[in-house]
């Protein structure tokens, strides 16, 4: 199991957070300090460390969150116009928070390669 983080307490209500979706499995809701007009963080409610934890059980699970945030930025509308998927995975990859989350970003034109 892994330790507990601001996004589990998020997830069990026990810390206020601006969500926008929620159900048995995933939770979503708006980053605290956006990096572009629209930022969701899309997190499992089962506290999984990174990615590299992730196990091949978690696969329907790590699928959720991909169909949760298409189906979020269709709600936000700004499916057509696009957003980026991101997902950090410890030190290097910019990970700040050990429970896993993607990042939806969208209402501006991202850049690429990212920095
Ligand atoms: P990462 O660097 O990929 O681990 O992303 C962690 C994200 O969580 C950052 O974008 C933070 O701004 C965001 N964050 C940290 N604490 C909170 C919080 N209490 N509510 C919402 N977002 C948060």
């Known amino acids: 199991m892994a330790e507990d983080t601001v996004f589990g307490k998020i997830v069990r209500g026990e810390i206020p957070a601006r969500i ?8 979503a ?5 956006p990096v572009a007009p629209t930022h969701l ?7 999984i460390r990174t990615l590299n ?4 059980e978690d696969g329907a699970l790590l699928g ?4 949760t945030a ?7 509308g700004v499916a057509e116009q696009g957003y980026r998927l991101v997902l950090n995975c410890n030190p290097d990859g910019g990970q ?3 429970h896993l ?6 209402g501006r034109k991202m850049t690429w390669p990212p920095g």
Not at 29 to 33: L, P, R, T, Y
């Open 20 to 27: 926008v979706y929620q159900d048995e499995e995933v939770t």
């Open 29 to 33: 809701f708006h980053d605290i300090a």
């Open 41 to 47: 963080l899309i997190v499992p409610n089962k506290p």
């Open 53 to 56: 934890d992730a196990t091949p």
């Open 64 to 67: 959720k969150l991909l169909l």
């Open 70 to 76: 298409r189906r979020l930025a269709h709600e936000l």
């Open 96 to 98: 700040s928070v050990y």
């Open 101 to 106: 989350h993607v990042h939806l970003l969208a």
